[in-house]
């Protein structure tokens, strides 16, 4: 089974400049037949203008990976902090408790922030970075054998940078969470017959292995959970 979701189906948050695009409930945004996939719970696009962001706010027992797309994120936070590029990717796993801010260091920032529920609670905070280059075949950024370990069971994240008419097959999962960010409207990939652009997103039920084709330059960001 697939279920495609369009990028204009997301819900949206506007404050203090910034604007940030859900894809599961999420804060004001409540519809309890969308509030998460596998141990998937929240799946935010967050685009930054300079020197907004999140000031200083709590988190415990989520396991949190963001993909910096653009621009530049200031991390600061009780177990560590960094400016992370484009191409970074980071850990910030809440486990008994941690608190931290974002804020875009310099020129718009676009970053892409999942969380998942840990297979232990109450484990100690960590954080992590890693510089990743994309390219096509898949990289994984955080689980089993990945650039950042990630406390979630086999849950991983995978990212990959597709050019026109590339092919790549997607994981073999049970699971898969597919997410596209493309540089031009009308740049993405071909899922099948359906074309997904920047923001659209696709969920897959014991469909790994299908292949996806590159309509123009894009990145595709996939969770998959065993």
């Given at each position: 089974?697939?279920?495609?979701?369009?990028a204009?189906?997301?819900?949206?948050?506007?404050?203090?400049?910034?604007?940030?695009?859900?894809?599961?409930?999420?804060?004001?945004?409540?519809?309890?037949?969308n509030?998460?996939?596998?141990?998937?719970?929240?799946?935010?696009?967050?685009?930054?203008?300079?020197?907004?962001?999140?000031?200083d706010?709590?988190h415990?027992?989520?396991?949190?990976?963001?993909?910096?797309?653009?621009?530049?994120?200031?991390?600061s936070?009780?177990?560590?902090s960094?400016?992370?590029?484009?191409?970074?990717?980071?850990?910030l796993?809440?486990?008994?408790?941690?608190?931290?801010?974002?804020?875009?260091?310099?020129?718009?920032?676009?970053?892409?922030?999942?969380?998942?529920?840990?297979s232990?609670?109450?484990?100690?905070?960590?954080w992590?970075?890693?510089?990743?280059?994309?390219g096509?075949?898949w990289?994984?950024?955080?689980?089993?054998?990945?650039?950042?370990p990630?406390?979630?069971?086999d849950?991983?994240l995978?990212?990959?940078?597709l050019?026109?008419?590339?092919?790549?097959?997607?994981?073999?999962?049970?699971?898969?969470?597919?997410?596209?960010?493309?540089?031009?409207?009308?740049?993405?990939?071909?899922?099948g017959?359906?074309?997904?652009?920047?923001?659209?997103?696709?969920?897959?039920?014991?469909e790994?292995?299908?292949?996806?084709?590159?309509?123009?330059?894009?990145?595709?960001?996939?969770?998959?959970?065993?």
């Amino acid at each position: 089974m697939i279920e495609v979701r369009e990028a204009g189906s997301r819900y949206s948050t506007l404050a203090e400049g910034r604007e940030t695009r859900h894809s599961f409930s999420f804060g004001a945004h409540y519809d309890p037949r969308n509030v998460g996939f596998a141990s998937l719970v929240a799946h935010n696009d967050e685009h930054l203008p300079p020197g907004t962001g999140y000031a200083d706010h709590p988190h415990a027992d989520t396991e949190i990976v963001s993909w910096v797309v653009e621009g530049a994120l200031r991390h600061s936070s009780t177990v560590g902090s960094g400016v992370l590029g484009a191409g970074t990717a980071q850990l910030l796993s809440a486990g008994s408790g941690v608190v931290h801010s974002e804020v875009a260091d310099g020129p718009p920032t676009r970053f892409v922030q999942t969380w998942v529920r840990p297979s232990e609670p109450g484990t100690p905070p960590r954080w992590a970075t890693a510089a990743v280059d994309a390219g096509p075949a898949w990289t994984c950024l955080a689980g089993p054998g990945g650039a950042l370990p990630l406390g979630a069971g086999d849950a991983a994240l995978h990212v990959a940078a597709l050019a026109d008419g590339v092919r790549l097959e997607l994981p073999d999962a049970p699971r898969l969470h597919l997410f596209v960010v493309a540089t031009g409207p009308s740049d993405g990939l071909m899922l099948g017959e359906r074309r997904l652009v920047d923001g659209d997103a696709a969920r897959l039920l014991d469909e790994g292995g299908r292949t996806i084709t590159g309509v123009g330059p894009c990145q595709a960001l996939v969770w998959s959970f065993a």
